[in-house]
């Protein structure tokens, strides 16, 4: 349903709880029926409601960004949690990882040597209580180490105490029109030469696992045991423009309201402002995009600015100019940073508000 | 200062309060020598304590951009508040507006006849307690109207029973390098043009006011009596690109963690990441903009890609590659946008706390 309630104050995000559940059961059945564990990445949505949805629907554990983020969903019950983040680990956060290890199985992210030996000292008797996974960079060329370089990372990991439990890379070049495919293939390659290296030097290699909510659907046969998909709970319009998700399958949406409208007199650009700016939507846009967001019930509207409070569509000439003071529902490019700007969403079901929930790991960035 | 204190767990926004009161102060100064009124912007730090130091340097009141902001800082015992923003006013906001006026002096921009009405309506007998401006596009083309529209919306705002004050207009075409000269300009013309048509439809104009840092400080003789720059307070990386501000006048910064590193064997670019993403630099990237961020302490090093919590620094060939472990300060693009990602912030004085501000209005959306 595509309304916005009468209650909802503009800006807002909201929630269809139908959608998002379709898309929790889709994800879930097709890893299930490939023999693949999903271990959702919850930086995307933060939020207890709908990690506990997840594990319900058969997810291994999670994935998270941050220790912060892994307090949060642990002291929620949160058995299993692995944070896919290459972590430099100083006395403070030593500290936090053993309290972690006290309460559910933790792993963390690891693409160097000395990253290594810093973690084993800091940790010291604990460490062989934290897993780690190494990091390939499978293409996206962010962090990571290159398949070849893997074994050698594990082996001063091991050095260090640390517990060494496989491999990991995210393909993030999946991110662009015609990528996913290729980038899963990359995904796949450097997934399998890596956790051979680790293999051949000797260890026990029981998690290898991928990234990417553009590439999870993509894999038939891979040699990963694990997927950490995140945005694929809510699509957005990345996803939507990437051909990753359709229209129906977008559960988050920003209620906005017109402020502001245009004709074309005067050489005007025929447009309307909406109240829904950066500091709700997030302003990502990668150079492929079509805008900064899109209104699903204007296909061929374009935001094509963006400030902190508004939003400006440019309206297609086929439709009305919609009057001031329309609510209209606006996708965010990417999702995971709508959900790091508000405190608390509103839950949809059918048109009508059914909850509200906390975004109970927002800002938590350390 | 250039240092991150110890006890900072990274990432963290800093703020050298040293730096910000001498940018308070001057521009307070340079206001107070052209007979101008400053009604800085709070929507850029959304901080009681800064607020605070504003209005105690000779500011005359605060602009916000959301009733929500406002609430905030009336509350905190500001009198004397504009929300520079084309309200759409439903009754829920008509009533927090009448509340609002109960406690300060209120006034709200307007851009259309038809939003007068709406606001006129629903705020019935308490209609007169709110001043309006009118809102004028000087070449932003976002929202306003042209200068020779104004009248007309005043018109319909006094029919509504709104007190009509005067006209407000932003230059945002400022922020592109070359700009800020002539946006300058455009600004003084469009509210010259926007008052005199006032005056000779009969109002009284009490307010003229002008916008943005990066043109704050250009006018020497201009229409204004009033101007709301925002970003002043603490510059970024977009001002200091503007030629708007100096490295030394930047008082926020992001620190942050080299947590991977990469030389440049086997086709890599040489870079490191660092533990600062969109999630706490926000990603505004202007087109102009040499990359994603700026570091102070190497001003030839790019951030050249930013996920949630990893930027990419690609490193200049005449500097050495950070060590793993290193503390870095980063300078956000936008600061605004990084202010309203966290809660609080720590306030630091010749490389050592002093003291932590929480960002009270942080998420004011609505």
Redesign the interface.
Known sequence: MNVIPAEI????VMIDVDVLDRNIERMASSMLSRGLRLRPHV?THKTLEIARKQLAAGAAGITV??IGEAEVFAADGVKDIFIA????V?A??AERLVALASSCRIAVGL??A??AT?MGDRLGADAGRVEVLIEIDSGH????V?PDEAADVARAAASAGLNVAGVFTFP?HSYKPGMPTGAASNENEALGQAANALMQAGFEVSTISGGSTPTALIHSETVANELRPGVYVFGDAQQLELERCSWDDIALSVAA?????HDAK?G??RRV?V?AG???L????PDWATGYARLPEYPEARVT?L????A?VVWPESSELP???TRLRVIPNHV??AM????EVTVVRNGGVVDTWRVAAR?R??
Do not use: F, M
């Not at 104050?9 to 807002?12: E, H, I, L, R």
């Not at 983040?85 to 430099?88: G, S, T, V």
């Not at 400030?307 to 508004?310: F, K, V």
């Open positions: 104050v503009t800006p807002a930086k960004a941050t983040y290459p972590l430099w100083d403070q956060r693409d160097s000395e990253s810093a060329h962010r962090s990571g290159l993030g309201t017109v402020v502001s409208r005067g005007n650009v402002v109240d950066s500091k709700i997030g302003s990502d846009r600015a400030s902190e409070h508004h400006t009057a001031l003071g995971c940073l790091n700007l508000v405190d800002g960035n350390s």
